[in-house]
């Protein structure tokens, strides 16, 4: 049961991942990438990382691919070739494919990962665990990461400002 | 029967095959920007399965971080998107070669 289910997520947030880079409109690519995050999400409650799942969800599925959508129907982008392949590129691109290929064939072939079974959390009071990780030993992580979205805030108001007459654009 | 370590780890490198083959051969700076989130998606999958099947909560707390960055990461990436538009008219990558020599 577990299995088919992996199975058929696995399916799912694939193709929509190839969705998402065979599309050649930008809006059916957001949408594909919006049902493969559901698909990893469905993934990762299988893993038992319930609350993982719904910050993915309330993040990326509801922040982040709108924000994409938005952009894409602001920006108007139609015209120009969908795919590049040339030279360098093409080279470029076919190397890639085959130390991808080559290192997926070793992990499959020589992996040794430790197959034994899945250890469990505490199931039910992963929240608690989180936070208690996130203030004792991720205490200045945090912090960082409060200054990064700070900083990033103020970097979008900055860019996304229009330069006043006589000013240099940003 | 629950699915092995082996096969949350292919499926995440399968899924990061996808995002950088259309880092690779897509044009439009927008579609690009949405496979390297795939490519992000896939890392974190990896770091949930193994941190589930290793009964540890590091590679889970690693993932919040993960997702806050890359919200933000979101947000200051597309600013830099629409202003290129606003100066360049276009968002694709073969017209954006100011600094090519």
Redesign the interface.
Known sequence: M??LA?TCL?VF??AC??G??LSKN?VN??MC?LL??AG?AG??V????YL?AF??VL??AG??VA??LF??M??D?QG??????KGM?AL??MI??VL?VT??NT??VR?R?????????SAGSSLK??SY??FT??LL?VQV?GF??LI??L??IV??RRAAPGED?? | ???????????S???F??????V?????T??I???L??ML?AA??AL??F?????T??G??F???I??????????G??????L???RQ??????LDSLKH
Not at chain 1, 46 to 49: I, K, M, N, R, T
Not at chain 1, 80 to 85: A, E, L, P
Not at chain 2, 69 to 75: G, M
Request: proline share 3%; net charge negative.
């Open positions: 577990e299995q992996f696995s947030s694939l991942a190839l998402v880079v930008a690519g957001a990438l493969c995050l990893v993934l990762f299988q893993l038992h990382a993982l910050i993915l993040v990326y922040a982040v924000l994409f952009i894409i602001l920006l982008m120009g070739r969908t795919w590049r392949f590129n470029a691109g890639a494919a991808l290192g997926l992990l499959a992996g990962l430790g197959a034994g079974p899945p250890m469990g959390h665990l989180y990780q996130l030993t991720y992580p990461m990064l979205l990033a805030m970097g979008v860019l996304s654009a940003p | 029967m629950t699915p092995s370590l082996e096969a949350y780890v292919m499926l490198a399968a899924l095959v996808v995002g950088f083959l259309g690779l051969l897509r044009r439009n927008l579609v920007y949405m496979c989130e795939l998606v974190t999958l949930v399965a941190s589930r099947f290793n009964g909560e590091d889970d707390v993932v919040f971080f997702l806050t960055v890359a919200a933000a990461e979101v947000a200051v597309l600013a830099i998107i629409v202003a538009f606003r100066a276009t968002v694709q990558v073969d017209q």
